[in-house]
């Protein structure tokens, strides 16, 4: 008969069994390479490695995920945390730290499309990160007047879109208002 500890009830525990599961004969974890070292195989050597999981919001994290789960290769981490460590995240460096767009966009409040975009575009680090994205119905000034992006997009003959486009790409205002568009604005009426 097995030896039972008494501790499967426990959060501890049912991450210990997720860990199990998703290393398991035939998973995704498996078909990479990823297992589990011989000695968490056994939950006691396991809780005594890596202790109790502090909160309900944590779960087991490899730091590098080319290894499988075992002693110094794994912590209790947020799930914003592991998003972070996750392989296929775009990293960008920004005055000498380099974190995930993710990351980023949480701290500048820049969404990660506009983001993306912006390098896409070829803007220079410091504008991507600290210019406020465009949004609809935002106000512009260009010599003293100020005005919808929408107003601006009417007085210059131009589609709203073609002008918040530009803007975007990163145009400053008056070369985005004065460069004829391609397409020219429906006249108002």
Not at 13 to 30: D, E, F, I, P
Not at 72 to 81: D, E, F, K, L, Y
Not at 158 to 169: G, I, N, P, Q, T
């Amino acid at each position: 008969m097995a030896k039972s500890h008494g501790l499967s009830g426990t959060l501890t525990h049912a991450r210990w069994k997720s860990m199990l599961q998703r290393c398991s004969v035939g998973s995704t974890y498996s078909r990479k390479g990823i297992s589990v070292c011989e000695r968490w195989r056994d939950y006691q050597s396991f809780l005594t490695d890596m202790g109790e999981c502090p909160s309900e919001v944590m779960t087991l994290d490899r730091l590098n995920n080319a290894k499988g789960y075992e002693p110094g290769n794994c912590r209790w981490a947020t799930r914003i945390v592991q998003s972070n460590n996750k392989t296929n995240n775009r990293l960008l460096t920004w005055r000498g730290q380099t974190k995930t767009l993710a990351a980023w966009s949480r701290e500048t409040a820049i969404p990660v499309g506009t983001i993306c975009n912006r390098l896409r575009f070829g803007w220079d680090i410091e504008a991507v990160m600290t210019r406020a994205p465009h949004e609809r119905g935002q106000m512009l000034t260009l010599h003293g007047k100020t005005l919808h992006l929408a107003e601006w997009a009417r007085q210059a003959g131009l589609r709203y879109d073609c002008l918040s486009r530009r803007l975007r790409a990163g145009w400053d205002l008056e070369r985005a208002l004065t460069r004829p568009s391609k397409r020219a604005a429906k006249p108002s009426t």
